[in-house]
């Protein structure tokens, strides 16, 4: 099938931070890094993201499955600096947009999962997980050490984001397991660097240093065609969880938010 190109982007290592525009160079909205400024590492960060096909279920499961997934990497790398700067406010927004996200990536038909985007993943590895993903489980280490307090509004961002990963999959995958546990792994094993590497690959995603301007412009190319895709095809899945079906209805706000954060925090000069 012929799919729209989404380009790579590329964010570094999650220990790693974004370095500083150079001399000059504006992040404001709308601007674009130098190309020749050696921070941005990569052309692709640059590179508009197509709008998804006009006339394929298929393809656009596919479109979403990716392009939500790098809606997710950038939030992860915010939320992890909001959690840092101990900025709960901003972490629990953080966490509804990446619940959001989830949402839309995951938001084809069971049958369409079944056959065009589990296959593909089995293809790259019979175990492929989420949970290889570098980002995520440097989030979930921070949290190790964060307990969020009762009724606040990060802990109740990370209920339901805990509802959200478990509908979804149900929804999915309604007779089976996750690929990690049907293969035979582990689950508590922490993945190798080649799964690491996998995840990151197949997502289309690469690891380097990019300065925040580069980010930026990444970040907003992505989250502007993920809400101007559901704009023309709103999320509408069925899930068991009422809570679930009604943070569905406020998708667009919740995603809408990593931009503002982004532009609120990396333009004051927080890092991430």
């Known amino acids: 099938m012929t799919v729209p190109v989404i380009p790579r982007i590329v964010i570094p290592l999650p220990q790693e ?11 404001g909205p709308g601007a674009l890094p130098r190309q020749s400024h050696a921070s941005c590492a990569r052309r692709e960060n640059t590179q508009p993201v197509p709008p998804p096909p006009a006339n394929s279920e298929i393809e656009r499961a596919w479109y979403r499955w990716i392009l939500g997934h790098h809606g997710s990497f950038v939030t992860w790398r915010l939320l992890s600096s909001a959690l840092y700067h101990r900025d709960f406010d901003e ?35 019979p175990a492929m997980s989420g949970t290889w993903a570098r980002d995520y489980r440097h989030i979930n280490r921070q949290l190790a050490d964060i307990v969020p307090a009762r009724g606040s509004a990060l802990k109740e961002a990370m209920k339901i984001n805990r509802l959200v990963h478990m509908s979804v999959a149900w929804r999915l995958v309604p007779t089976g397991g996750s690929l990690l546990r049907d293969s035979g792994h582990d689950v508590h094993d922490e993945p190798t660097l080649e799964e690491q590497d996998i995840v990151d690959d197949f997502f289309l995603l690469d690891r380097g240093p990019n300065c925040t301007s580069g980010f930026l412009v990444a970040l907003r190319a992505r989250i502007t065609a993920i809400l101007a895709d559901m704009h023309t095809r709103p999320v509408q899945a069925d899930y068991r969880h009422e809570a679930v079906n009604r943070f569905q209805e406020d998708l667009p706000v919740h995603i809408a938010r990593v931009v503002s954060i982004a532009e609120a925090t990396l333009l004051e000069g927080v890092n991430a």
């Open 17 to 27: 931070r974004l370095t500083p525009c150079s001399e000059g160079e504006q992040a």
């Open 91 to 125: 972490a629990a927004a953080l966490f509804d947009a990446y619940s959001a996200l989830l949402l839309y990536a995951g938001s084809c038909t069971p049958e369409l999962y079944g056959t065009v985007v589990r296959p593909r993943m089995v293809a790259r590895d």
